[in-house]
């Protein structure tokens, strides 16, 4: 995944790009960079691997080294960025979120058939967002350029230029899966990813982006490039998962919706009765908690936090990229309650099953500390498909999914063609699969949330969002 911030200013704009950009950690791990123009010295740019440290211990010297009315930042699980490009349209720094499936294609079609070259990086890799500077370059303006890369691209990409001269011009997905807001202060425009990101700098809310859309941003304005398309696919997991808990995409507040999803898995709950004979509700600390209070509020049960996880040391921000490493300082983390746990039958409320890596160690952690029983809530419907729009998970291959692992126990490969009955907590193969995880993990009960509970707790027009990870809909 991954995130972005932009600055133009009538003054300098490296100290808002610097702290938007870090209000963006909690969406990529692995890279951030920044780029600067300055009417003097020209396009700056500085890169630094963000894997073992946050972005502000990596970047916190930009400010004696760096200097510039405009500047993009970003933050990635990805490639290098931003980049600076020279090209028939003049330099420009550039940066992209998303994911580009076809790039070996795009790259032979249009880059190598034309004689064009490009910088490999370890391994052999292509840049990506050096491709997406690249099928810009294919046309002879920015406009023209970013619609081509648009409708050439399978996947996704949003685009922040910031050209040699100061304007940035953003450019929102083409099926607006990722968000892109603008802000206003009295010195000029920002854009960013997450909304909340620019109001403690004191920007107000100006507007969202469309689907496809084009601006160009300037301390004057904004001024409209390429109308928004008609259709859009919004992620849903920024809801469920990603999603800061200050951000709103398209007018609906994480926060909120996490309450709202809670409340939705209770009710279900109570019409059960699986819930019956519960002490206290209980959050997967930290994006599962909001969907637990909004289940205690629902439920009138407590809510409760059995154990804290402990983060000064190790922040989610950044942990060692050795597997077994990363589980020790996982268990490292939870710090039990014993008081909220001895004797207790607990429900917890996470984001979302994926691998179900947790499950087994959480089990053990709370018995460990004397819990009577365990049941677990996922605030999300059974994962059944690797994204392939945002790469918001690692996993590439689907058996690495909970959910497909379990339907192959239960029914080998003819399974897979049933996935959603499996999804479906009322037909059998959907009970079956809530009982086999239950049982292999040894949980006192499982549940899902529903995709229509996702969507009722969101409240946009089901047409608008993007599901795919849960029923392979495109």
Sequence with gaps: MGGYFGAVSRHDAISDVFFGTDY???????RAGVAAYDPEIGLQREIHNISDSPFRTRFDH??????????????????????????KFGAFAICMIGVINNADELIEKYMFQSGGHFNAMTGGVINTTELVAALISQKDSFTEGIRFAQEVIRGTAAILILCDGGNIIAARDRLGRLPMVIGKNEDGYCVAFESFSYKKLGYDDERELGPAEIVEISPDGVKQLSPPGKEMRICSFLWSYFGYPNAVYEGVNVELMRYRNGAIMAKRDKE???????DYI??????????????????????????????????RSFMPGNQKH???????????????IEGKKLLF?????????QLKETRDFLYQNGAKAIHMR?????????????????????????????????????????LEEYSDAETERGKNLRRRISENFEYDSLEYQTLEGVIEAIGLEPCKLC????????
């Excluded at 059960?272 to 519960?278: I, K, L, Q």
Aim: aromatic share 8%; with cysteine.
């Design 24 to 30: 963006h950690s909690h969406l990529g791990t692995k």
């Design 62 to 87: 930009i400010f004696d080294e760096m200097r510039g009315t405009s500047s993009i930042g970003c933050i990635s699980d990805c490639d290098p960025q931003p980049l600076i490009i020279h090209s």
């Design 272 to 278: 059960t009765g699986s819930a019956d004979g519960v």
């Design 282 to 315: 209980a959050g997967i600390p930290d994006s599962g908690t909001p969907h637990a209070i909004g289940y205690a509020n629902e439920s009138g049960i407590p809510y409760a936090r059995p154990y804290i996880k402990y983060t000064p040391t190790w922040a």
């Design 326 to 340: 990363r589980n020790k300082v996982a268990k490292m983390k939870q710090i039990p309650v014993h008081d909220l």
């Design 349 to 357: 409320v996470d984001d979302s099953i994926v691998r179900g890596t």
């Design 378 to 418: 996922s605030a999300c419907p059974p994962i059944m498909y690797c994204c392939k729009y945002l790469d918001f998970s690692r996993n590439k291959n689907e058996m690495d999914l909970l959910a497909r692992r379990v339907i192959m126990e239960l029914e080998g490969e003819e399974g897979f063609h049933h």
């Design 467 to 474: 599901t795919y990870c849960w029923n392979g809909k495109e």
